[in-house]
């Protein structure tokens, strides 16, 4: 199965599994960037400032492209 759709998306899929493609079917538009994965697990370390945990801060030790 390389796509999912109802009457309001439809989901495509790559060969791992990862989501490739949001399409709203209302407006036939693109919800993804160009690249961009849907499903994508991040893990972050806690570096607490303030707090014991989830005080992650992620513009200071983290970068974004």
């Not at 109802?6 to 709203?24: L, V």
């Not at 994965?37 to 014991?52: L, V």
């Amino acid at each position: 199965m390389d796509s999912l759709e109802n009457n309001f998306i439809k989901i495509g899929f790559d060969s791992k599994g990862q989501i490739k493609s949001i399409i709203d079917k209302k407006t036939n538009r693109e919800v993804l960037k160009e690249g961009a994965i849907a499903n994508q697990i991040q893990a972050f370390e806690d570096k607490p400032m303030c707090f014991d945990n989830w005080d992650i801060c992620l513009f200071i030790y983290y970068r974004f492209n």
